[in-house]
């Protein structure tokens, strides 16, 4: 058993410094969106080739138009972008346009998808996304952190669920702006919940227990609220619908060769200098990029309150049958594996996939944070 109050005690002896959610990029308001609106347009018009395909994005995807508008639209750079609020709306847009490329077809039931992404696509995209230091795919940021609206700002709450809206969706249909609303209301009523946790560090670093006991309670009430509205999923996002017309263009690139891409995509302009011919084609191949696709396990929110509360998660190889972490290494055990699998492994990967400022508010965290020990 770790003796929590020599830990304690070495901790007071060094100098803490509480972390800042303005350090991070995290909204005390709203969590891990910003906080306010997500932009609507790109004001500058040297970018209006990207805002004039989003102004009819799904007709355009619907007429298959998609790939044609993409080989014609001009390669643009990305040094006129001049806020943090105008590479999240660069990178949600490219990101649109990028996976209805790849994914949408022209309208050949039998044309495969694209394992090339065009220049005027690819270096912007993977500009934006260095800037923003996550990487060039369709992630949970892209559709659920910087792709919604107020309809009313002067509601009393104008982060109720019923009171957002969308910018865009892949197939325009109500399910598909409900699956995200639901991610983007849990991440505003969270908030309350992050502030919370760190209301806690501050109360274990003081030893003071009725202020970690009212973070605790806060965190409570906090992730009951985010309970509540994922039970709403079902009410308007229909599972057949989401399966059949959604989940495709969420897809990444990576072990997706039943899909058409068996070496991932190639980012035309990025990653493919050297002068194509058969005999550098081995080398081209290894060139190819391989990105897990959208998923909730991008969002930081749930790994936050992971760390916060000393929460493990380890993979089993049995779906359904993990009962503890005990459970879980014997049934490993039992597969000839001796070693316990590592703890988080796949959450960890997923912090790949966003914003850099949140993946390491969530490594200083788990470095900080001894609530559970306390």
């Known amino acids: 058993m770790p003796n929590y109050q ?6 007071r002896m060094s100098s803490y410094i509480p972390l800042r959610l303005e350090d991070y990029d995290i909204s005390a308001k709203n969590g891990f969106l910003p906080s306010e609106p997500p932009l609507q347009r790109l004001s500058d018009p040297y970018y209006e080739p990207w805002e004039r395909i989003m102004d009819r994005f799904n007709q355009y995807l619907l007429a298959h138009h998609i790939r044609r508008l993409v080989r014609e639209m001009p390669v643009l750079d990305t040094s006129k972008l001049t806020s943090q609020a105008e590479f999240q709306r660069a990178f949600t847009i490219l990101s649109f346009i990028a996976h209805a490329f790849v994914w949408g077809r022209n309208g050949a039931a039998s044309e495969p998808a694209s394992e090339f992404l065009p220049p005027s696509v690819s270096i912007p995209w993977v500009s934006t ?7 060039p795919v369709v992630c949970c940021a892209a559709v659920c952190h910087w792709n919604w609206q107020i309809l009313d700002p002067n509601a009393k709450d104008p982060m109720d669920i019923d009171n957002l809206g969308t910018l865009y ?22 908030a309350r919940g ?28 906090s992730l009951r609220d985010a309970n509540h509205l994922l039970e709403r999923m079902y009410e308007r996002c229909d599972p057949y ?6 989940r495709e263009f969420l897809a990444g690139w990576e072990n997706m ?10 980012y035309e302009g990025v990653d493919d200098q050297d002068t194509f011919s058969l005999d550098n084609w081995q080398s081209l191949i290894r060139r190819f990029r391989k990105y897990a696709g959208g998923s909730a396990a991008q969002t930081p929110l749930l790994q936050a309150f992971d760390i916060a509360l000393g929460i493990k998660h380890y ?13 879980a290494r014997s049934r490993l055990h039992r597969s000839g594996v001796s070693e316990p699998p590592t703890a988080n492994s796949y959450l960890v990967r997923m912090r790949d996939y966003m914003p850099g400022g949140h993946r390491r508010f969530l490594e200083d965290l788990a470095s900080t944070c001894r609530i559970r020990e306390y």
């Not at 995200?180 to 209301?185: D, F, G, M, Q, W």
């Not at 619908?241 to 959604?246: G, L, Q, T």
């Not at 060769?257 to 190639?266: I, R, S, T």
């Open 6 to 11: 020599q830990t304690k005690t070495k901790r």
């Open 129 to 135: 996304a260095e800037y923003l230091q996550l990487n």
């Open 169 to 190: 969706t892949f197939s325009g249909s109500m399910d598909e702006s409900w699956f995200y609303l639901v991610t983007t209301a849990m991440e505003a009523k969270s």
């Open 194 to 221: 992050i502030n919370a946790i760190l209301d806690a560090i501050i109360g274990v670093e003081e030893d003071n227990h009725s202020r970690v006991t009212r973070a605790l309670n806060e965190i409570a009430h």
């Open 241 to 246: 619908v989401f399966y059949w017309k959604i």
């Open 257 to 266: 060769a039943e899909a058409g891409l068996p070496y991932g995509v190639l």
């Open 315 to 327: 993979p089993t190889g049995e779906k359904g049958l993990q009962s503890s972490v005990e459970d």
